[in-house]
């Protein structure tokens, strides 16, 4: 457990709305340890972003309620920890690379000044030193020129740049946490490919663990250790990602690998999953996938909890588990 950097126990949170709640997270069981890179994956609504927001408390204050259950980083519980000590635990601690850099760089001010004001904000270095550790950082980003790349702004780089711009930002106090939200989503595959493997060797490089967020199978399978999927606001399967991507045991997983244009016909048709997610403020009482699902049964009005599935530490949580998927 000395390892253990980012423990989600049976979270439940929910937004209020008029007359109601929106219930977001639904019992999100999850955990990172030093070293690992993990990835997270589902459609957009799974509840992917609100973990992710809400591991550094990011969320406004007032503007949540937390049902139950418990989140805790590197042994502190984030959810009664005081503004102070939140704000101690961010950058130094724990950084996060966001999908848009264009949104998460003030485009107002020179890449160099945000670098520098980052790195002397958690570090005692003059001036002179954080610039020199800026330089240093986007050189292990690859990116040429570095010094040239400090005196522009934002508008003036191209999307991968600005991406590895953030990288360098999120790596600059050596996290033991670092949080990537969808961070190649903008990108081509070409560009998308070199800044997975500079994030990758980053990791490594400095011990860093991981939680990479993101939509797209084939992203994850390059990078990530272990993956959880989520689906209507909690996990639904989790394992070593070789072993959930090539004997996937959920039939949600089976869906979502089913739709990736890989291996696809040209011109034919893309498969795609039927229905829609679930209303978060009406959830459906048993199983939320149900009413998607090619293999529905009588069951499945309960809801099914996570429970260990075969081995090589695979969970499911589904009553109609496709074992034919499942190699040991």
Same mark, same amino acid.
């Given at each position: 457990m000395s390892d253990r950097i980012l423990t989600i126990d049976n979270?439940?949170?929910? &937004?209020p709305i008029y007359q109601g709640e929106v219930k977001v997270l639904n019992g999100v069981s999850l955990h990172i340890n030093r070293g690992e890179i993990v990835g997270v994956v589902g459609e957009s609504g799974s509840g992917k972003s609100v973990t992710a927001m809400l591991a550094m408390r990011l969320i406004a204050q007032g503007s949540y309620s937390v049902n139950g259950g418990s989140l805790e980083v590197l042994g502190k519980n984030v959810l009664t920890a005081s503004e102070a000590e939140m704000r101690q635990l961010r950058g130094s601690k724990v950084a996060?690379?966001? =999908? #848009? *850099?264009?949104?998460?760089?003030n485009p107002t001010r020179r890449i160099g000044k945000q670098m520098v004001? @980052?790195?002397? =904000?958690?570090q005692t270095l003059s001036s002179k030193q954080a610039k020199s550790q800026a330089i240093e950082l986007l050189s292990d980003m690859q990116i040429a020129e570095p =010094?040239? @790349?400090l005196d522009r702004y934002p508008f003036e780089l191209s999307g991968g740049m600005r991406q590895? @711009?953030?990288i360098a930002l999120a790596f600059s106090? #050596? *996290?033991d946490l670092l949080i990537a939200d969808e961070p190649t989503t903008a990108l081509d595959v070409t560009v998308q490919r070199q800044v997975l493997r500079l994030l990758e060797q980053k990791a490594i490089a400095t011990g860093t663990a991981v939680l990479f967020i993101s939509h797209d199978m084939a992203v994850v399978s390059q990078v990530c250790d272990r993956l959880y999927v989520m689906y209507a606001g909690a996990v639904i399967e989790s394992g070593a990602t070789d072993s959930v991507l090539t004997t996937p045991c959920h039939p949600y997983t089976v869906g979502l690998l089913a739709c990736s244009p890989d291996g696809s016909e040209p011109r034919a048709e893309l498969a795609s999953i039927p229905g829609t997610v *679930?209303? &978060?403020?009406?959830?459906p009482a048993g199983c939320a996938f149900r009413e998607r699902c090619f293999a529905v049964g009588e069951a499945c009005g309960i809801t099914p909890e996570l429970h260990a599935e075969g081995r090589a530490n695979r969970q499911v949580a589904c009553w109609y588990p496709q074992q034919e998927h499942i190699h040991d």
């Open positions: 979270l439940r949170l929910s &937004f996060m690379i966001f =999908q #848009e *850099p264009m949104t998460a760089l004001d @980052v790195i002397r =904000q958690h =010094q040239s @790349v590895r @711009v953030m106090c #050596e *996290p *679930p209303n &978060f403020a009406r959830l």
